[in-house]
């Protein structure tokens, strides 16, 4: 059974005054994260890795994208950002997200044993 999305949130007037709760502006679309990414040059591990390293299947690649994105100086505008696009899929602000909601881990294929296998 397919759920459907909820549509994109709309995008807030950039004019009015930031919220006070809010620290962080979110990323909006692409192109702004794009932008942001330009102006820091290579200091953005997206950038300075491989791209397939964020969308990876197995669950060690998802942790190791996440840990790559601690040291990112746009995590938090990333993270805002993929949230309010509701990204389908991969690791975004060190977060990992499937069918636009974040999961805070990434399961492995198949079914889980049912019995611990003993060496």
């Known amino acids: 059974m397919t759920v459907p999305l909820a549509p994109y949130a709309a995008r807030p007037d950039l004019n009015s005054p ?4 809010t620290s962080v502006t979110p990323l909006y679309t692409l192109n702004e994260l794009d932008e942001a990414i330009e102006r ?26 996440k840990s790559l994105c601690g040291t990112c100086p746009l ?18 602000g060190g977060e990992l997200f499937v069918q636009g909601v974040v999961v805070p881990r990434k399961r492995p294929r198949g079914r889980p044993r049912k019995n611990p296998v003993t060496a």
């Not at 930031?18 to 709760?21: A, Q, T, V, W």
């Not at 820091?40 to 990876?56: K, Q, T």
């Open 75 to 92: 995590r938090e505008a990333c993270l805002a950002g993929a949230k309010d696009r509701r990204e389908p899929w991969g690791v975004w």
């Open 40 to 65: 820091l040059d290579d200091s953005v591990p997206c950038r300075s890795y491989d791209p397939e390293v964020f969308f990876a299947e197995s669950p060690e690649d998802v942790e190791y994208a």
């Open 18 to 21: 930031p919220d006070p709760e």
